[in-house]
């Protein structure tokens, strides 16, 4: 199948900074990639909708100034977590699709942790 | 607003039984299904996407079926083995052929040696 990469798999970060998720396909474009968080024993929810040179969309109740999308290239979109504090740590894990109404493919995830 | 529930939360066999686990969902306008294995702090790994047109699909020691009607899913696992422990996920679109999922909770399965 496809594969999508990202990096890093697990940060930690001091309170109050800011932290930056990369995500990539490797073997294939992607115009539209999707941000989801995980916590501890609950399911995957969705944040937002990253659009290759466009804004990004959000879910309800997601900051957009707290969780910066940037999709500058078909196959890159950073989700940068700004002014992070301890609530924010969670599992963040982006999904690509090679085609609409395909499988989708998920990265590694990235456990982040604010101390 | 579609809503998946996946039952049982957790399930322990011994090597070697065949299992099910079991997906539903409140909004059966899908246009596909599909189940994802994923480990303890791993990302998740595609096992079957079911499109709405297919009853089933098979891979390997899986079946997966697709009741649409009922906003019904099963996964099948044939001949378990320690090697299939992980939480197993459903995920439907949002609504229709939605790109966006909505996932369960998940089902823990430990299959013990």
């Known amino acids: 199948g496809a594969v999508v990469s990202q990096h890093p798999s697990w940060v930690i970060c001091k309170s109050g900074t800011s932290v930056k998720i990369e995500c990539r396909s490797l073997?294939?474009?992607?115009?539209?990639m999707f941000w989801y968080r995980q916590f501890p024993k609950q399911s995957l929810m969705l944040m937002a909708t990253?659009?290759?040179?466009?804004?990004?969309?959000?879910e309800q109740g997601v900051e957009k100034d707290k969780f910066l999308i940037n999709h500058a290239s078909l196959t890159l979109s950073t989700l940068t977590v700004t002014s992070a504090h301890p609530e924010d740590s969670s599992f963040y894990i982006c999904?690509?699709?090679?085609?609409?109404?395909?499988?989708?493919?998920f990265g590694q995830g990235t456990r982040l942790t604010v101390v | 607003k579609q809503e998946v529930t996946q039952i049982p939360a957790a399930l322990s066999v011994p090597e070697g039984e065949n299992l099910v686990l079991n997906c539903s969902f409140t909004?059966?306008?899908?246009?596909?299904l599909q189940w994802f294995r994923q480990d303890p702090g791993k990302g998740l790994t595609s096992l079957l996407l079911?499109?709405?047109?297919?009853r089933e699909q098979t891979s390997g020691r899986l079946n997966a079926s697709l009741d649409k009607s009922s906003g019904r899913s099963t996964l099948y696992i044939a001949a378990s083995q320690p090697g299939d422990s992980a939480t197993y996920l459903c995920?439907?679109?949002?609504?229709?052929?939605?790109?966006?999922?909505?996932f369960g909770k998940g089902t823990k399965l430990t299959v013990n040696p």
């Open positions: 999904s690509a699709r090679t085609l609409r109404n395909t499988e989708a493919f």
């Open positions: 073997d294939f474009q992607a115009t539209t």
């Open positions: 990253s659009n290759e040179g466009s804004k990004a969309t959000y």
């Open positions: 909004d059966s306008a899908i246009y596909n």
């Open positions: 079911i499109q709405s047109s297919q």
């Open positions: 995920a439907v679109p949002t609504q229709g052929g939605s790109e966006k999922l909505v």
